[in-house]
């Protein structure tokens, strides 16, 4: 289709002309047809670059950063590659953060409570998006507040109500408000599935209840597996959202703690990461003397990657059904 077109402007000897020479150099620069041209495909994808590299900065530099061995950090020389790669940093972080002992813990205490989460909140979504009743705009209206509202002003009411029930120190302080509709940030996952539940026509229930479905088998059968990018969406930014909490937790775990049944996660332990590793390795002076950590940046750096491995794994094998789900989910229906 391009050549034909291009060569119209050939002379009559069949000869490229300098109309036909312009013009393709025109299209390549700045496209034609619907094409993007060189311009603003370099243009484009260096915007994309430098963006992407604003945002990867922080974990290229502690990837680098977490293989230097002590002399290439003192070593103003050495900027991004170590002259001498090292994993004993990895090795000294696993044991000080306590990561056999801990890692069971921090799962557990991100999966179970986002499943409960994506449960409840599915279902509040799709009883918003299919039913009409009296009061449906003051539910909206509550369920925005709760949205709005800072963790901390729930903070002490919900404490009281966990330690009269004596949840304080188990995990069921995240598990039980999770499956009620009470976990983190659930009002954005009730917003994400009403806005998936708009694109499902409503069609299909009216047939589904032709057949003598009812509104929980038309929820299992249709909504469900309509909803699954949604679910998908909604599992991974809960999970996210529990693994990275410690404020909460840190209260919520506090008699915990100084139990013969510690429970703790990998945040928490990266919180005392100092002192932990110098338990470790008895390598801090005297209080009299001015304590300091002999823990350094690379350590250290090493420490926050093995926090965040978990859930770079998790997203990278989700990836596709994510961006997926991200696409879906912002489109309206009837």
Known sequence: M????FKRFRNKDGKISQDEIKLRLRSFLFGYGGKMGFVKSALTYGLLCIFGFVYLY???????????????????????IP??????????AFKSLHVSSVIKDSILLALIPSIGQIITCSLTGYALQRFRFPGKKLVFTI????????????MPSTYQILLQ??????????IIPAFLGQGLKSAILVLIFYQFFKTIPRVLDEAAQLDGAGHFRIFY??????????YIVAFLLSIVWYWNETYLTSIYMGNAAKSAKSITTLLLELRNFAYNFDQLYGQSTSMAAG???????????AAVLITIIPILILYFVMQKYFVEGVEKTGITGE
């Open 2 to 5: 391009g050549k034909v077109y």
């Open 58 to 80: 922080p974990i290229l530099y502690m990837l680098a950063t977490s293989f230097k061995s002590l002399n290439d950090l003192l070593d103003t020389t050495v900027n991004w």
């Open 83 to 92: 002259k001498e790669f090292t994993v004993s940093n990895y090795t000294q």
């Open 143 to 154: 369920l925005i507040i709760t949205f709005i509202l800072p963790t901390q002003v729930l």
């Open 165 to 174: 029930y004596k949840l304080i120190g188990s995990m069921l302080a995240f």
């Open 221 to 230: 059968k249709i909504g469900i597996r309509a909803a699954a990018p949604a």
């Open 291 to 301: 304590s300091y950590s002999s823990v350094n940046e690379s350590i250290k750096a």
